[in-house]
Each structure stands twice: as structure tokens, then as C-alpha cells.
């Protein structure tokens, strides 16, 4: 129990485009998606929360015009990077909050996409 | 705000022995304590956590304890295989709030 997928597992795209990233939680109903971003060799760093059907909460430093998030649902959650660029490029993380961990903040995390901007 | 500091950064250990990575944290308030495995490109792998109302928990070779007096926990591998080496991640947090994040052991465990 408690998967999380992400789809894609990577992609490449040219600086100026769009990418969208899906996050699904597919066993269980995700209350709170949570969207992290990974250097080489550093821990994960909290880029926001959102909570099905609310806007999402950014970090200080994130731009929330670059980096759409959408929770439209309890198992789906979408990242987009708008106008991607080279410094976009890092390892972008999800995790998912069910309702089983009661006040704990128990997350799963997905495989993680790849974004290379070229 | 929560600091979760974590050591030692790398570990290096013979195939059959014991490792242990140490965290403390700031927030007497934080109350969860997860521990992560993530392999080279994937993501983070829940391990085994702990809640602040119990000392220790061991699930088959990996064991957690925690000591709220001190503010720190930690994560206890034995008979380390080859397998077990990833990158591993401990976390705090409080209630709902989000998770905090230690900067990563690397665990390279040798045949």
C-alpha cells in the first residue's frame, strides 16, 4: 500500500517551454501533496503543499508564477515549470499525506522526474 | 523553525556489520521521526519511522530510538548487506507541519 507514482520519469525540453508533472497517489486518497526539488548530492528542499481542491502554499524563494501546482483531486497533483530554463534543470520530487498516519505528517514519496532544460 | 542536523555525511562499512547515523533536532515540539532510504535516482524510500510517545522500534535489521530529553534519534542497520547502501535522510516534524530534513548520510556497505 501507500504508492505514489510520477509521470514522466524524466524529460528534456528547450529553455522558453512548458513541462507538466503528475503526481498519483494510487492506493490511497492523498489529503496533502507536498512538491520537493533535489540538487546532486543535497537533501530534498520543500518547494510547496497543497491540499485537494486549495491553492497551494509556496516556500519563501519559490516563484508561484513558475512553478503551477494543481491538486485538482484526492489521488492527482500537477507541477508545472512555465518558461523553463538551464537552472530549472534538478530532480523534482513528490510525496503524498493520506489519512492513515493520523496527526503525523506520515508522506510517501514518488520516484522523482528528471527535467533537463536545454 | 525546526534544524535537523544529521551525521556522519558518509559511512563506510564491512558487509555484515553494524552501521548508526545520528540526528538531533530543535523543536521540542516535533513529535514524528522518519527515516529515509533513497537509491541513486529514485526517490525517498520510507524506512521505518517513530512517534514521540515510544523510545524504540525495530522492524527485522533496522531499528530507530529516540531520546526526547536529548533531542535526538537514531537509525541502527545490522548485518549490513550490500544492498543497504543508498543515501539515507532523517526528518522531524510536528503535527501537520511540514517535514524538516537532515542533509543526508551516504552508507556504502562493502562486500
Known amino acids: 500500500g501507500a504508492v505514489v507514482s510520477q509521470h514522466p520519469s524524466w524529460v528534456i525540453c528547450k529553455s522558453g517551454t512548458s513541462v507538466k508533472i503528475e503526481c498519483r497517489s494510487l492506493?490511497?486518497?492523498?489529503?496533502?501533496m507536498f512538491w520537493y526539488r533535489q540538487f546532486p548530492k543535497q537533501s530534498l528542499m520543500l518547494m510547496a503543499t497543497?491540499?485537494?481542491?486549495?491553492?497551494?502554499?509556496?516556500e519563501q524563494g519559490v516563484e508561484k508564477d513558475k512553478f503551477l501546482i494543481n491538486h485538482a483531486s484526492l489521488t492527482l497533483s500537477t507541477l508545472t515549470v512555465t518558461s523553463a530554463h538551464p537552472e530549472d534543470s534538478s530532480f523534482y520530487i513528490c510525496?503524498?499525506?493520506?489519512?492513515?498516519?493520523?496527526?503525523?505528517?506520515?508522506?510517501?514519496f514518488g520516484p522523482g522526474t528528471r527535467l533537463t532544460v536545454l | 523553525g525546526e534544524n535537523v542536523e544529521q551525521h556522519p555525511s558518509t559511512l563506510s562499512v564491512q558487509e555484515g556489520d553494524s552501521a548508526v547515523i545520528k540526528c538531533t533536532y530543535s523543536?521540542?515540539?516535533?513529535?514524528?521521526f522518519p527515516w529515509y532510504k533513497q537509491e541513486l535516482g529514485k526517490g525517498p524510500q520510507l524506512i521505518i519511522d517513530?512517534?514521540?510517545?515510544?523510545g524504540e522500534k525495530k522492524d527485522q535489521r533496522i531499528a530507530v530510538t529516540l531520546n526526547k530529553t536529548a533531542k535526538h534519534f537514531s537509525l541502527h542497520i545490522t548485518e549490513t548487506q550490500p544492498e543497504d547502501s543508498a543515501v539515507y535522510f532523517c526528518?522531524?516534524?510536528?503535527?501537520?507541519?511540514?517535514?524538516?530534513f537532515g542533509k543526508g548520510t551516504m552508507l556504502l556497505v562493502s562486500p
Open positions: 510525496s503524498a499525506k493520506g489519512t492513515s498516519g493520523g496527526p503525523y505528517n506520515e508522506q510517501f
Open positions: 492506493d490511497f486518497q492523498a489529503t496533502t
Open positions: 497543497s491540499n485537494e481542491g486549495s491553492k497551494a502554499t509556496y
Open positions: 523543536d521540542s515540539a516535533s513529535n514524528y
Open positions: 517513530i512517534r514521540s510517545n515510544v
Open positions: 526528518a522531524a516534524s510536528q503535527g501537520y507541519s511540514t517535514l524538516t
